[in-house]
């Protein structure tokens, strides 16, 4: 099969909470007519991003067209997984127009990407493009370091700071591998704020990448598919931190995930007070779940990062489904899972 005829996927990779899903969503509200086949990788094992994505009532967001993939990371379990998941995939009759990947936020588009090599997949699938979505409010603050010499330099000088930032990394490592940067949550910052944010994430970006503003996953179809960039074979070119370093093993044993279950919370706002109270008091990177508010028939979606919490109410609960809430808690190792999950119930 030539590249022009292989069916083009689209990795889309991103640091926790910077909006994938939401960008994933719109993209599927607004496919233009196109079958997209979507998988969805989380870091847990619950699939939060999945059901929500189902809840998007669109065609293109039949249950037969989502895949997830929880409970280990997608660039970890290629051979496991994802291979025999694209295999099934390509089965299909009609084939997919398009294939959408939505990594987890702790996961490295490159050993993904070069998954795309296998003798299986290489002669029927093409990477059409990677897209890194960052949270541009949380680059505007400085939530990550970009000058890594400076960072260098002060780390050499003090020997009580920590001489790794497992997150810093992950960031770079993403940015590193996009030919498409959207500065997500633009609504957010004025425009002097957003050219600032783009000049800062190119500073870790390869050669020739496009960098876009959006708010709200809005973005047209044709921005996001169709860049035709055959990353399969320039992914070498964009090396991770530990291969620039020289290392080639990736883990994820600086982070941990659980599920908190809550009961029934008294009204949405009493929620979010909560669940920021714990984001202050732990060291959590990511929260996200569903959970029941008394007196409405809808799912409230909870979805919090660093110490900014959005909630709104999306499907209603289905006969027979037990209304009891389930969050995804993601954090540093060694967080008190115990005292989170106390505290998250109320």
């Known amino acids: 099969m030539t590249a022009s005829h292989k069916i083009p996927a689209t990795v889309v990779t991103g640091f926790l909470g910077a909006g994938k899903t939401t960008l994933i969503r719109h993209l599927l509200q607004n496919a233009g007519g196109r079958k997209i086949a979507l998988i969805v990788n989380e870091f847990g094992d619950v699939g ?30 290629v051979a496991d997984d994802f291979i025999p998941t694209m295999e099934k995939i390509l089965a299909r009759n009609p084939a997919p127009d398009h294939i959408v990947i939505e990594t987890s936020g702790l996961a490295l588009p490159q050993p993904l990407v070069r998954a795309f090599r296998w003798p299986e997949i290489a002669t029927r699938v093409t990477v059409d493009g990677v897209v890194t979505v960052v ?69 870790h970006s390869s050669a020739g990448v496009r960098v876009v503003s959006a708010a709200n996953g809005d973005l047209q179809a044709d921005v996001l598919l169709g860049l035709a960039s055959g990353v399969e074979d320039k992914i070498d070119a964009r090396p991770t931190t530990h291969e620039l370093e020289g290392e080639v093993q990736h883990d994820h044993d600086d982070f ?63 006969p027979g489904e037990a209304r009891r809430g389930r969050l995804v808690v993601i954090g540093e190792k060694g967080v008190d899972q115990a005292a989170i999950a106390q505290a998250l119930a109320g």
């Open 48 to 77: 939060i991003d999945g059901d929500v994505l189902r809840a998007c009532e669109s065609e293109a967001c039949r249950e037969e067209d989502i895949v997830e993939l929880a409970n280990g990371c997608i660039c970890c379990t």
């Open 135 to 203: 949270d541009g409010p949380a680059v505007r603050d400085g939530r990550f370091a970009h000058d890594e010499e400076a960072v260098a330099a002060q780390r050499a000088a003090d020997p009580n700071v920590d001489h790794e930032d497992p997150i810093e990394e992950l960031f770079q490592d993403q940015v590193r591998s996009a030919d498409l940067i959207i500065v997500h949550k633009a609504d957010r910052l004025s425009e002097a704020e957003i050219e600032a944010v783009k000049t800062n994430v190119l500073t």
């Open 256 to 318: 941990e995930s659980f599920i908190a279950e809550t009961p029934e919370a008294a009204d949405a706002g009493e929620l979010e007070a909560r669940v920021r109270r714990v984001l202050e008091a732990h060291e959590v990177l990511r929260l996200k779940g569903f959970v029941p508010v008394a007196g409405k028939t809808a799912r409230l979606v909870v979805q919090a990062v660093g110490t900014r919490v959005d909630t709104y109410f999306d499907r209603a609960w289905k």
